[in-house]
């Protein structure tokens, strides 16, 4: 039974908490200051979800909240945590947004009942806002459709800028800030001419935004970086390695870019990650032969993790083995094996067959709070602590 809600009352603790059989993980977010990975799961065929919460600091599972419908979708952003630490925000229905509050589900809103995908959406205060541009509070029972959409830019992959108190996000090949509160644009910047190849990516913070160019060969990858406080470009920057592989924003606004040298009809050659702060290249670690593999299985996680206070990062290389790294000055701080679970029998064949085992076993890194280590795909969850310690392993029941 869930504990009584309240203002100063934590999530709670139930007293055995089960993950629901064949439910697959869709995403996954780290709580803004605890050990705590909320995961968003879904078993289609039984057109049932649940969303649970993870805790890192005991290795235990904290409560499951189980939601009618499928629960979460594949695309990175859709699981969030209120800044207070209370409330969840995640994908429903597809295309819906529901409201887990300290683990009792409240009820959901619909903005855009047409669109065949999620709902994006950022916090503002005790409200949400979509890129549909509709400003609304979820309240106990709601199951809404009807919204009065403000006449802003078409944003798409929307974030909150804290500091400017306004929304971010892509409008095209460019980016555009917008003020739901004011209800005016703050700015429109069209990014014409360098980078103008890619696509805007947004940091979590909503203060910086990178646009990746990709070149064609033997020239470099370029990046070019936005002032999200004020929209305007700071400037093209050179990766050390001329192919970019990924990119991995911090929660504070740092960028992490894997690079390689491509050869043709070779092997990769001089793998690097360059660290940027302030669209600013500061760190680079050299990886050698040694690279990083991510299985992608969840839009929120992949071989590369920040630390929640952005001074560490946590590498998977080979696909198995975690590297831990000093953010700022590239220095190994710890490294350890940390295999994944094989796949159980008994679960859908679009998840068993996805995988090749010539490229080892599904699971990507995310990091929380408290110095753990997770390791998660959409069917375990396995926490670590930073001297390659297994505190606990999750799998899916079948």
Not at 248 to 256: N, R
Not at 344 to 358: E, M
Not at 373 to 379: L, Q, V
């Amino acid at each position: 039974m869930n504990s009584p809600r309240g203002a100063d009352h934590p999530w709670p603790r139930q007293d055995h908490p089960k993950w629901p059989r064949r439910c697959l993980i869709e995403n996954a977010a780290v709580h803004p200051h605890e050990p705590w990975l909320a995961v968003a799961c879904s078993d289609d065929a039984a057109e049932l979800g649940a969303i649970l919460v993870f805790d890192a600091l005991t290795g235990s599972l904290r409560s499951t909240t189980a939601i009618d419908g499928t629960v979460g979708w594949s695309d990175r952003g859709l699981l969030r945590w209120h800044p207070d630490g209370l409330r969840l925000g995640t994908n429903v229905s597809t295309n819906g947004i529901g409201l887990v509050d300290r683990g009792e589900y409240v009820g959901a809103a619909f903005p855009d009942e047409t669109r065949d995908g999620g709902v994006r959406y950022v916090w503002i205060g005790d409200d949400m806002f979509t890129d549909t541009g509709a400003l609304f509070r979820i309240q106990q029972g709601d199951w809404r459709f009807d919204f009065e959409p403000l006449d802003m830019p078409e944003l798409q992959a929307i974030e909150w800028n804290a500091t400017g108190k306004f929304v971010v996000g892509r409008v095209g090949s460019g980016v555009a800030a917008f003020d739901p509160i004011a209800q005016r644009v703050v700015y429109e910047q069209a990014l014409a001419g360098p980078g103008e190849r890619g696509t805007p990516d947004w940091s979590p913070d909503g203060r910086w935004c990178v646009r990746r160019e990709f070149a064609v060969h033997p020239a470099s990858d370029r990046l070019l970086f936005v002032d999200g406080d004020t929209g305007r470009v700071h400037g093209v920057r050179t990766p050390s390695s001329p192919r970019i592989d990924e990119i991995v924003w911090s929660p504070g606004g740092a960028l992490a870019v894997s690079g390689y040298v491509h050869h043709i009809g070779g092997q990769r050659t001089e793998r690097r990650v360059d660290v940027f702060r302030d669209g600013e290249r500061r760190t680079t670690i050299l990886l050698g032969a040694r690279a990083i593999q991510a299985s992608h299985g969840i839009a929120d996680a992949c071989g590369i993790a920040w630390s929640p206070t952005g001074d560490g990062l946590a590498l998977l290389l080979d696909g198995q083995r975690v590297q831990i790294h000093d953010a700022s000055t590239g220095r190994v701080l710890a490294g350890f094996d940390a295999p994944a679970p094989p796949i159980p029998a008994g679960l859908p064949d679009h998840y068993t067959n996805a995988h090749r085992p010539d490229v080892g076993r599904p699971g990507d890194l995310m990091w929380t709070h408290h110095q753990r280590i997770i390791r998660i795909a959409p069917h375990f969850v396995g926490m670590w602590s930073m001297d390659g310690s297994k505190l606990a392993e999750f799998v899916v029941p079948t």
